[in-house]
């Protein structure tokens, strides 16, 4: 099983990406795919997730109202649309499922399955 995370690149301050992770083995009724990163010489980081049948969203407060979060169940996909991008944004962006419920849905030591990562760096 595996994910498949794509769409990072070099972006100025202040514009848009927008990062797919392709999850075709997983049920997206039973599984969150959450968004995480990390810089370099820094922690791996929560940014954002989608779970349940819902398709309920939560968000680290850093990237409130500039991220979301959606999927195409039809298309296997989760995307993280950036939105108005800044230099700490800069980071190589991964892609995660697992089994997780609301209240771990932050802590990506639930997610059991990890995708390769993609780049994406914001600079002028």
């Known amino acids: 099983v595996q994910l498949q995370a794509s769409g990072g690149g070099l972006v100025q301050p202040g514009g848009s990406l927008r990062l797919s992770c392709l999850a075709p083995?997983?049920?997206?009724?039973?599984?969150?795919i959450g968004w995480f990163r990390q810089a370099p010489g820094k922690e791996r980081e929560f940014v954002a997730a989608?779970?349940?049948?819902?398709?309920?969203?939560h968000y680290a407060d850093s990237v409130k109202g500039r991220f979301t979060i959606f999927r195409d169940g039809a298309r296997r996909q989760v995307y993280l649309q950036m939105n108005s991008l800044r230099p700490e944004d800069t980071s190589v962006y991964y892609c995660?499922?697992?089994?997780?419920?609301?209240?771990?849905?932050?802590?990506?030591?639930?997610?059991?399955?990890w995708g390769q990562g993609t780049l994406v760096t914001v600079s002028s």
């Open positions: 995660a499922a697992g089994n997780v419920i609301t209240s771990t849905v932050r802590d990506s030591i639930r997610y059991a399955y």
């Open positions: 083995g997983f049920s997206f009724d039973d599984h969150a």
């Open positions: 989608i779970r349940g049948s819902g398709g309920t969203t």
